[in-house]
């Protein structure tokens, strides 16, 4: 049986900070919870780079633009500039001006993927609204197509509609447009017991569903993120450490990449998940299982108090 995530404590924590240089950490369910700090996340977060640690802040996350999430983090007291955002919204617009891309996107998805293909200057409509107005028999004959849309990208989509859903199968119908998933995430954190959000995933199988053919994907577990940063800031995988609280994204895209791992238990996964992993014959499920563990990132703050002392 593979090994559960070692917790963080006051024996291990010396070897642990001295084995990483550069720190990646998820957002939403590590940092802050919609508009919530997790505990202390920002203090903990903030006194790793006083000691030196370079961080990044790399999320699944394409609702916001690299510039609205620096403005989340000083809002919420993260300590952060727009270098060190790594957002799939982002990731997104280079993919696209990596392949050279000069027509148009459709876009399912909301504005932070608007903002940054306007960052790269990519042409793009379908950030906005288009609910179903009449009887959706009616769209074939309403429903008109731009001439120049060569991909789609889909993402979280707040105006999730079946016209939206038509739209963007339509213009994949054409083999030559590109299909792109901002991320695959099943569920987004919320902090209600009762509720389930869904995530940009149940958009990307609507459309998946429709066209048969999948999408190529940007965020976690992808490695297109850590090639774009560590190419940009010539990163050491053996150096770098990801901390996440979603294993099949965050987890997994440490382990696909050759990182250290550290998965806090704030977001959606629970003790509960990692001992079914561990326990399990499906050797997939065991890659999920983290190096270290901490209940959330606010827990370091004791730990790095004894390290200075020492
Ligand atoms: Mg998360």
Redesign the pocket.
Known sequence: MPALPTLLDNKNIKEFLKSFDYVLT?????LWCTDTVIGQANDALNQLRALGKKIFYI??NSTKSRNEIVAKCERLSFIANKEEIVCSSYVTALYLKQQNFKRKVYIMGASGIARELEDVGIAHYGAEPEPLVGDVYDLKNTMTLEPDVGAVVVGLDPYFSFPRVMRASSYLKDPDCIFIATNTDERF?INKNDLIMPGAGACVKCVETVVQRPPVIMGKPSETMFSLISDKHQLNPSRTLMI???CN??ILFGKNCGLHTLVVLS??TKMEDLESWAASTDEDKHKLLADYYLPELGDFIPLLKNEKCQ
């Not at 998820?26 to 590590?30: A, P």
């Open positions: 998820d957002c939403d369910g590590v999320t699944n954190p996440g609280d979603r994204t965050d977001g959606i």
